[in-house]
Structures are given as C-alpha cells and as structure tokens.
C-alpha cells in the first residue's frame, strides 16, 4: 500500500489550515487591538505593509522552521526501508542503516521473540570473543618480535589496555 503519499498529502493540508486559520485569527486580534489601543489613525509610509501583510511574515518563518525540524526529525528516526513509516531503531549493517523490526533482515518481518534475542545475543558474544581472540594473537605477535629489537612499546602501548580490557569483559561475559 502507498501510504506515504496520502500521509503527506494530509499533512500539507492540515498545515495549510493552520497557517490560514492563524493568519485569519492574527489578523482578527491585530485590528482588535488597533480598535482598542487607539493606533488605527497612525499613517506612515510603510504602516500599511508592516500592519498588514508583514506581521505575518513571521509567523511564516516559524510555521517553516517546525515543519524543516518534524521533517528532519522524521528523516532521522524513520526506517531506511523506503516506503515505511514506522520508528526504525535497530541498526543493520554495523550502524549503516536504522530498520523497523519489520525490515530487519535478523528478524524474518516479525518481532523479536525471546528465543531469538538470546540465540542472537549468543552469536554477537561469539563473534566478539572471536575478533577479541583474534586481536590478541596478532597483539602478541606484535610484542613478540620488537621484543629482540629496543624501541618498540611505541605501537604496542596503546593496545595493551584495550586487550586486557577486552579479555576480561569476554571473561565475564562467557561466566553469565
Ligand atoms: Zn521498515
């Protein structure tokens, strides 16, 4: 179904009815309170431009500057899938895309079960344990050999706590 167009077809109507329902209701209160405050005699060369069509220009630049910020809004948290309008806030490809559970390749269009959120909890420990091993063969490696030569806890300094810290979070996470 194409929803996206009747959705924004509605929501451009709605916002041109309320900028002519303000205009209308801004202008109504304006001469009010000319009536009332006694400025209605005032003339100048630029009182019939600013009294009238110019006090609404603002009101213009605010209407736009909602509409650009829920449209902005909406580009950031809406799911990539084009077409699709629900909340996409679960990343795909290591961030590159935000989906709707629905769009998400793990999850096959439904929602997450609790069986699947812990087999996939699983697999990403795995995984991290995986690249965390790996990373730390290469990092021994690494110290192994400028061991010989003197100068070498130039490029092996700041791997050594992020190792250690990553074996010991992989530890805790195998234990719970
Ligand atoms: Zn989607």
Redesign the pocket.
Known sequence: MKWRPIITGGLICAAGAGVVLWVIHARLVGHWLQVHTGTVDETGPYYGFWSGFGSDLTEFGIIGAIATGVYQLVRKYN?H?PG?W?V?NHPAAGGQFS??Y??HPDYQGKKPTQELIQRLHREHLERQALTRGGLHEAHERLMARPAAGDGGSGPGAPATPAASNGTTQAGAGALT
Do not use: E, K, V, Y
């Open positions: 799911c899938q699709c629900r996409g989906l709707c629905r769009h």
